[in-house]
């Protein structure tokens, strides 16, 4: 009898599997892996995808949630299945482990483009996405706590004011947000249509609110038009402020800071972080548990004709036989200012990364000179450089540059300049009288990212000889003080035999 009863229950519990493994995606699409032996102009401590040109291009960061004590990211790549997400995981948000490759067309019936991720009221990680050549956009929610299996997904289909489903509104890159207790939609703008608003009790009946923007929109003040481009959009609260990160795809990435009217946003301030073509793009953000807001963007050389902000530039060599072809700016940490602007820090675990400290102190640059930094070169460097209370004309710094201070990749300013020079962009920062510059500088590779008192990033890029790395300072129209220049070799993120 206890035979009998034992095989009716495994029947019963593989039936019950069956029916549920029915409903997972379980086909691994494939798993990224860095090669062996990368060559030696890869990037070593951004996050970058793991294959040449050609092979499975990579783009936009996607779904990101802090799970079970872990950082999951998630970021489109080309497969010869279709657009699928890449996932990666990691416990500081610094040194990330490739899982396999599971959501694309051919578990989830279409190919994944843009979308955010986030944790339901029941407290469950889900994500909202647009379904390639699907004209919808849709929700999956994940099956088990590594986040490698995900449900089936269904659509976040608006209905109108009579009940009506909207199946022809034109469906772009989605967000989703809780707001009291609510869960609003964002469906993005794209060339057809405009950014509009939809709420939810449940996730699956969803109510049509209208435009994203409140009629309240000021351009004018703004500086920029409400028709703009909404993509890859991402709403959250900081302070008490909400915060909309997108892009543009003519300028970039870009933020507005306001909060909601009428069930609508009306943005008090919009900024961009973006300068150059597409160098920092599709920008996507997590909570950490401490509370902070921390966001990645996808970084690329690449130029195309709807980009607005062109470059002398175009580095495709690069790309071509240089660097991975898809790669996330380092995490920058995002606040607000007492007065309400938004700050914007590199990742502090960065620091677990520093080696070999080196430090300066008490520099004077005589005016109309350049000083070489003695023992500071690499490329794959962090520096910090404190500036007291800069007075010449011009001054600057020169990384990845020749023995006598040359050539190079320069980041300058001068006293009363309302830009801050980083290469052939210039991001807009304002010193107040009096006050010290800090400049903390990542270079990794051809890749620079540049942080300025915390009010101002920017990421540019560099074509030089492996021979040219070397650090300088330089000052025009006055002297220059430098109280303090540190240096870190920087480790790589990768656990590869060229990198043990």
Not at 21 to 39: F, G, L
Not at 274 to 291: I, K, V
Not at 299 to 326: H, M, S
Request: include cysteine.
């Amino acid at each position: 009898m206890n035979v009998t009863n034992n095989i009716l229950t495994t029947l019963l519990l593989t039936l019950i599997t069956s029916g549920c493994s029915a409903q997972e995606p379980k086909t691994v699409i494939d798993t990224p892996a860095m090669p062996e032996n990368p060559p030696e102009t890869w990037l070593t401590y951004h996050l970058a995808h793991p294959e040449a040109e050609g092979t499975a291009t990579a783009f936009d960061p996607n779904p990101a949630f802090f799970w079970k004590g872990r950082y999951h990211l998630h970021y489109i790549y080309k497969h010869q299945t279709g657009s699928v997400l890449a996932h990666v995981s990691s416990d500081d948000m610094v040194h990330w482990k490739w899982h396999p490759t599971v959501l694309g067309p051919t578990t989830m019936g279409h190919g994944i483009w843009s979308g955010t991720g986030f944790i339901t009221k029941d407290g469950r990680p889900a994500m909202v996405y647009f379904g390639h050549k699907s004209e919808r956009n849709w929700i999956s929610y994940a099956l088990d706590d590594k986040l490698d299996q995900w449900s089936k997904p269904h659509e976040m289909l608006p209905h109108d004011k009579d009940g009506k489903p909207m199946t022809d509104m034109s469906y772009f890159d989605p967000d989703l947000w809780i707001k009291d207790g609510i869960y609003y939609g964002l469906n993005g703008r794209n060339r057809r249509s405009s950014a509009v608003m939809m709420k939810s009790e449940n996730l699956k009946d969803w109510d049509y609110i209208g435009e994203l923007f409140h009629p309240d929109f000021d351009e004018e003040k703004l500086g920029v038009s409400k028709d703009e481009d909404v993509s890859c959009a991402n709403i959250f609260k900081l302070g008490d402020k909400w915060v909309l990160i997108c892009i543009s795809h003519k300028l970039g990435c870009r933020y507005f800071i306001g909060d909601f009217k009428d069930e609508q946003f009306l943005p008090e301030q919009h900024g961009m972080m973006n300068w150059g073509a597409w160098d920092f793009m599709a920008p996507e953000s997590l909570l950490t548990p401490d509370g902070r807001r921390v966001m990645w963007a996808w970084c690329t050389p690449r130029v195309a004709p709807i980009q607005e902000f062109a470059r002398e530039k175009n580095f495709y060599k690069l790309l071509q036989d240089k660097i991975q072809t898809g790669i996330q700016s380092l995490p920058r940490e995002l606040s607000l200012s007492e007065d309400g602007k938004l700050l914007i820090k590199p990742l502090r675990e960065l620091k677990k990364l520093r080696s070999d400290e080196k430090t300066l102190k008490d520099i004077t640059v005589k005016s109309d000179t350049t000083h070489m930094l003695e023992g500071i070169s690499g490329d794959a460097m962090e520096l910090e450089i404190v500036i007291e209370a800069p007075a010449a004309t011009a001054f600057g710094i020169k990384v990845l540059a020749d023995q006598d201070g040359n050539k190079g990749f320069t980041i300058s300013s001068g006293k009363g300049s309302k830009t801050l020079n980083v290469g052939y962009i210039n991001p807009p920062f304002e010193l107040e009288e009096g006050e010290d510059l800090t400049l903390r500088i990542f270079i990794d590779k051809s890749m620079i990212e540049v942080f300025a008192n915390d009010r101002q990033a920017a990421v540019a890029w560099h074509e030089y000889d492996p021979k040219d790395l070397h650090v300088s300072l330089f000052s025009k129209g006055g002297d220059l003080k430098v109280n303090k220049v540190c240096a870190w070799n920087m480790k790589s993120i990768y656990s590869t035999t060229r990198n043990k």
